[in-house]
């Protein structure tokens, strides 16, 4: 599983960072987590609100930072 | 005595012992009583727009503003910004978004004026620490400078002075889902959980120096520096407010208890909208979509517009202030 946190550098993309990191270790899933910082790359998944979280090409949530809890359902 | 002072006195005085009449008395029933009602006004309408967000989203929006033409395009871009989620660090994929949809320059712009100029926090704090009458000016002067800048850039024709890469960008279709009532409900409570967070270390700051002021400045001592009859007050003001990095939530409270003292309405109006609208964070993020000429330009619009509608209010007989 890829998940991708979609952020220009913001409080809130570090935020989302730290709960996907934790979802993914509290579900015990395999999963890579990358940050994408860059902004022509961001906007290229059609995301206008950072921070945005991406599993597998999906976009899950943007501009809000999900609780651990929604993040694990999301996984 | 309206229902909060008399909270604010009942918890200050009566709870907490402290004597009526001294000053401190003064600076904590002033506290008390307008966090409370902030913080009650800013829930119910948070909530409220929350919901409404959950229908207008930028995708939405981006939708209804391709290929509009300069006037109506503007006007629309004005008032979707107004409810609108927007925080300067969404600025940029905001911007990207748009001109890849087709939106127009100048119709960009009036959006990108409008949402952090014009919004419900801004509005709450006016309604509730100045009144409808400065809320609705505030607002109106906002919607009209965030119509005419946008007109106004659109017609300068700077489609050149926006970075190469912007244009090169190609975006996945994104099929919305749509959303059911309990979704939007969920949504709200957390939108404005989330909010009243953010802005809420701003409200207590923001209220605190007001209540201070409010409690030990004496009358008027603002009126022979800012006051209506020194046309420096203004311009000094926005350049003050350049560089401040606050938002509505921190700076309408203080300006309120400014104006108490004698600061003209006109130049506390300015004062605002440079503070919330012109700040150097958004600025620097602005700057990667954008040349220094277009960015410089922004600027200088935005703040020459402050200027102008603090002279404005300052020379007209409005007997708010």
Redesign the interface.
Known sequence: MKIEIL??G?A??TKLYESARKAVSDSGKKATIVKVTD??E?????????PALVIDGD?KSE??VPTVDEIKKML | MDAFEQLGSWVVNGVFGVAAGSRASDVAVYFVADVTKIFLLLSVMVFLISIVRTFITPQKVKKWLGGRKEGVGNVLAALLGVPTPFCSCSAVPLFIGFVEAGVPLGVTFSFLISAPLVNEVAAVLLLGLFGWKVAALYIGSGLVIAVLAGVLIGRLNLESEVEEFVRKVRSKKQDEKSTAWQGRLDFAKAETVDILKRVGPYILFGVGIGALIHGLAPVGFLSDIAGRDNPLAVPVAVLIGVPLYSNAAGTIPIVQALMAKGMALGTALAFMMSVTALSLPEMIILRKVLKPKLLALFIVILAVSFVAVGLLFNALPLGLG
Not at chain 1, 42 to 50: F, L, Q
Request: proline letters at 0%; a positive charge; hydrophobic letters at 25%.
């Open positions: 952020g220009g913001c809130n993309c902004y022509s961001i906007a290229s998944y059609g995301v206008m609100r950072t976009i501009g809000r």
